[in-house]
């Protein structure tokens, strides 16, 4: 064989092996996708999916597919996208449960927003994952950027947000950089919120941003409102918190920290270091230590500035201390709605001690309880009848109390007819955690920005981004809106102004399950909020 032939059959086998190399690395690199819109990334399935998709976890499987036959409903008619954010892959059953509730409102929200009036547009709603603490956020944002951008997609608004994170937070940042309008149902953080001033001007860190759950700094305050005869009686208080970085954890520390005590003086701080949202690592040891130590201060009121997993783990340690048979109050806020699904019957059981009485009471400021306004309202009933000498006519009943009780009535009715459907969710919503009613409530906020920014267009059209952002601090006073959890009405910065806190007590009793009573209203502001919520220009 001549040697130029020689020479060309070896570059011709150097680039079939180059151009194989090149194809099987292509092949290798290419996404292992786990549905539509959806790529596993190191065992977690992240993306953006309404077709269905449950993301492997089995207890949202049922809402998942009652979302998209929703989507389906309306697909034909005028319709945007909105898109709800939150992890959606768990190992506890009870985080699993959780956020099969949260979902649960999502869905009924959604129902609700697109029977209304009738009018448009639709919602379309899309799960978006974006892992575990939000840790593949970027992914997704990127993901929903091109959405909104999409003519097919037009996604128009940005949902769901429940834990008050760095990741979280730089997700929501980038959101509303990119004027994508973000409604954020359960964060409590202080840092993911715009500052509202005293003359009714907001500092936009987050341009396009709504919440409707009130900062920790307002459910302190809400705490403070309710316990106001605290300071007159011979209490003392201790700050439990935890060091971990994380926005929750470090906002409630610092509301709490702010509650002016009119009683003794209690012992300094006591801090704990967990290794994350979920995981126990060593807090049980540093909570003996803790509970020895608050023992020997005399202190019974525990501010307790940290996560539901090692809130669990304190009031264990405190009721296994025992000491001269005192009995704790522990105080937290709204991430202590989920306590509940997470105690057993040993647990319960450890709490009341062996005389059967309790050794442990949890009270924590609830974003909402079922129970809130059909109590409220017995109970102002009460005072009206004995102040007038006459029953209140109905024209005398407060708004504030009797729109979010219609609200509620409202739910409930669309929860039964899911079930005379035969519509599966995963099992018959509970409103007792608020999880169900919050994101409920983001969903009907939604959908009235978008009625409101679509009135006077034309059907064919839809409202561009801009439009739907500027429409979130115009709902107030006639257009507020008429939530489960109480009425909403956004501030210019996109707060909700004096949202009540409902303020809940987990009860072990005296055999069997603990109960979860509500036992009242606090206000941020100190009072109730105004007739149909006209924001003041000064905040009080």
């Given at each position: 064989?001549p040697?130029?032939?020689?020479?060309?059959y070896s570059l011709l086998?150097?680039?079939?092996i180059?151009?194989?190399v090149?194809?099987?690395?292509s092949?290798i690199?290419?996404?292992?996708?786990?549905?539509d819109g959806v790529?596993?990334?190191?065992?977690?399935?992240v993306g953006?999916n309404?077709e269905g998709?449950?993301?492997g976890?089995?207890?949202i499987t049922d809402?998942?597919?009652?979302?998209a036959?929703?989507?389906?409903?309306i697909?034909?008619?005028?319709?945007v996208?909105?898109?709800?954010?939150?992890?959606?892959q768990?190992?506890?059953e009870a985080v699993r449960?959780?956020?099969?509730?949260?979902l649960?409102?999502?869905?009924l929200?959604?129902?609700?927003a697109n029977e209304g009036e009738g009018?448009p547009p639709?919602?379309?709603?899309v799960l978006?994952?974006?892992g575990?603490?939000y840790?593949?956020q970027?992914?997704?944002?990127d993901a929903?950027?091109r959405?909104a951008s999409s003519s097919?997609?037009?996604?128009?608004?940005?949902?769901?947000?429940?834990?008050?994170l760095?990741?979280?937070?730089?997700?929501?940042k980038?959101?509303?950089?990119?004027k994508?309008?973000?409604?954020?149902?359960?964060?409590?953080?202080?840092?993911?919120?715009?500052?509202?001033?005293p003359?009714?001007?907001?500092?936009?860190?987050?341009?396009?941003?709504?919440?409707?759950l009130?900062t920790?700094?307002?459910?302190?305050?809400a705490?403070?409102?309710?316990?106001g005869?605290?300071g007159r009686?011979n209490?003392k208080?201790v700050?439990v918190?935890?060091?971990?970085?994380d926005?929750?954890?470090?906002?409630l520390a610092?509301?709490?920290?702010?509650i002016?005590e009119?009683g003794?003086?209690?012992p300094?701080a006591?801090s704990?270091?967990?290794?994350?949202?979920?995981?126990?690592?060593?807090?049980g040891?540093q909570?003996t230590q803790t509970?020895?130590?608050?023992?020997?201060s005399?202190?019974?009121?525990?501010?307790f500035?940290?996560?539901t997993l090692h809130?669990?783990?304190l009031a264990l340690k405190?009721?296994q201390v025992g000491?001269?048979?005192?009995?704790?109050?522990?105080?937290?806020g709204s991430d202590?709605a989920?306590?509940r699904q997470?105690?057993?019957?040993k647990?319960?059981?450890?709490?009341?001690?062996?005389?059967g009485?309790?050794?442990?009471?949890v009270?924590y400021?609830a974003?909402?309880h079922p129970?809130a306004w059909t109590?409220e309202?017995?109970?102002w009933?009460?005072r009206y009848?004995?102040?007038?000498k006459?029953?209140p006519?109905?024209?005398d009943?407060?708004?504030y109390l009797?729109?979010?009780?219609a609200a509620?009535d409202?739910l409930r009715?669309?929860?039964?007819?899911t079930?005379?459907e035969?519509?599966?969710?995963g099992?018959?919503?509970?409103?007792?955690?608020s999880?169900?009613?919050l994101?409920?409530?983001g969903?009907?906020?939604?959908?009235?920005?978008?009625?409101?920014?679509?009135?006077?267009?034309?059907?064919?059209?839809v409202?561009?981004l801009?439009?739907?952002?500027?429409?979130?601090p115009?709902?107030?006073?006639?257009?507020?809106v008429?939530?489960?959890s109480?009425?909403i009405c956004l501030t210019?910065g996109?707060?909700?102004?004096?949202?009540?806190?409902?303020?809940?007590?987990l009860?072990p009793?005296?055999?069997?399950p603990?109960?979860?009573?509500f036992?009242?209203l606090?206000?941020?502001?100190?009072?109730?909020q105004p007739?149909?919520?006209?924001?003041?220009?000064?905040t009080?």
């Amino acid at each position: 064989m001549p040697r130029w032939r020689k020479i060309l059959y070896s570059l011709l086998a150097a680039v079939a092996i180059v151009a194989g190399v090149a194809v099987t690395t292509s092949l290798i690199r290419k996404p292992d996708t786990c549905a539509d819109g959806v790529e596993r990334i190191d065992g977690e399935c992240v993306g953006v999916n309404g077709e269905g998709y449950d993301f492997g976890n089995p207890e949202i499987t049922d809402v998942a597919r009652a979302i998209a036959r929703e989507n389906q409903r309306i697909e034909k008619q005028p319709h945007v996208t909105v898109a709800m954010m939150l992890p959606l892959q768990s190992d506890r059953e009870a985080v699993r449960r959780q956020m099969r509730s949260d979902l649960q409102g999502a869905y009924l929200g959604q129902r609700q927003a697109n029977e209304g009036e009738g009018e448009p547009p639709k919602i379309r709603l899309v799960l978006a994952n974006p892992g575990q603490d939000y840790g593949r956020q970027e992914k997704v944002v990127d993901a929903l950027l091109r959405m909104a951008s999409s003519s097919e997609d037009r996604l128009r608004a940005v949902t769901g947000f429940n834990l008050s994170l760095a990741a979280t937070e730089a997700a929501v940042k980038r959101l509303t950089e990119n004027k994508i309008p973000v409604l954020a149902a359960r964060i409590s953080g202080d840092r993911i919120a715009n500052e509202d001033g005293p003359d009714g001007m907001a500092k936009l860190r987050f341009p396009g941003l709504a919440r409707i759950l009130p900062t920790n700094n307002d459910a302190a305050r809400a705490l403070a409102d309710f316990n106001g005869e605290r300071g007159r009686r011979n209490l003392k208080t201790v700050l439990v918190y935890d060091k971990r970085p994380d926005g929750y954890n470090e906002s409630l520390a610092r509301a709490f920290s702010r509650i002016e005590e009119k009683g003794p003086a209690g012992p300094a701080a006591m801090s704990f270091e967990s290794p994350s949202i979920d995981e126990a690592g060593s807090t049980g040891n540093q909570f003996t230590q803790t509970a020895n130590n608050i023992c020997d201060s005399e202190a019974d009121t525990v501010y307790f500035a940290g996560r539901t997993l090692h809130l669990r783990i304190l009031a264990l340690k405190l009721a296994q201390v025992g000491c001269k048979n005192r009995h704790y109050t522990i105080i937290s806020g709204s991430d202590a709605a989920s306590l509940r699904q997470d105690m057993t019957e040993k647990d319960w059981a450890r709490l009341r001690g062996d005389d059967g009485r309790p050794k442990v009471t949890v009270q924590y400021a609830a974003p909402a309880h079922p129970d809130a306004w059909t109590t409220e309202l017995a109970a102002w009933r009460k005072r009206y009848t004995a102040a007038h000498k006459r029953e209140p006519a109905a024209q005398d009943l407060p708004q504030y109390l009797t729109e979010p009780e219609a609200a509620l009535d409202t739910l409930r009715k669309q929860i039964d007819t899911t079930v005379k459907e035969g519509t599966e969710l995963g099992s018959t919503p509970t409103l007792e955690d608020s999880r169900t009613m919050l994101v409920h409530d983001g969903l009907i906020t939604i959908g009235k920005a978008l009625h409101q920014a679509q009135r006077g267009a034309p059907e064919s059209t839809v409202p561009t981004l801009e439009d739907v952002g500027r429409q979130w601090p115009l709902l107030q006073s006639r257009h507020r809106v008429q939530g489960t959890s109480g009425l909403i009405c956004l501030t210019t910065g996109g707060n909700a102004y004096d949202k009540p806190a409902a303020i809940v007590e987990l009860d072990p009793g005296r055999k069997g399950p603990g109960t979860l009573k509500f036992v009242g209203l606090g206000w941020p502001t100190g009072t109730p909020q105004p007739k149909n919520c006209v924001i003041p220009s000064a905040t009080p």
